[in-house]
């Protein structure tokens, strides 16, 4: 059974930093890209970042480009967002997704979630 597990999520004030993470388990974790998505209160979910299966590629979206920087561990089946320079607009649930495709930023794309974790940015 695939399990995906966000942590780090929590409260920050404008300008802050949070740091993110994703463990994985019941899947060979490197032959997977990962990505994170957020939805933020009332829209739909959005993507944010993903990484191939060795870290080759890495894809951002233009809002979170020079902000916020994904990373992963092979050897411990983790998927890091490092988010720097956090906004307001920064809110919402963020998930990680686990695809067999190289790399994707289509959410259809993705057959594993986990189950989210707020962040929430304040002004």
């Known amino acids: 059974q695939v399990q995906l597990v966000e942590l780090g999520g929590g409260l920050v004030q404008a300008g802050g930093s949070l740091r993110l993470s994703c463990g994985a388990s019941?899947?060979?974790?490197?032959?997977?890209?990962v990505g994170w998505f957020r939805q933020a209160p009332g829209k739909e979910r959005d993507f944010v970042a993903t990484?191939?299966?060795?870290?080759?590629?890495?894809y951002y979206a233009d809002s979170v480009k020079g902000r916020f920087t994904i990373a992963r561990d092979n050897a411990k089946n983790t998927v890091f967002l490092q988010m720097n320079s956090l906004k307001p607009e920064d809110t919402g649930v963020y998930y990680c997704?686990?695809?067999?495709?190289?790399?994707?930023?289509?959410?259809?794309?993705?057959?594993?979630w986990g189950q989210g974790t707020q962040v929430t940015v304040s002004s």
């Open positions: 019941g899947l060979t974790f490197s032959n997977y890209a």
């Open positions: 990484i191939g299966r060795n870290s080759f590629y890495t």
């Open positions: 997704a686990a695809t067999s495709y190289s790399t994707s930023r289509r959410e259809s794309e993705y057959p594993y």
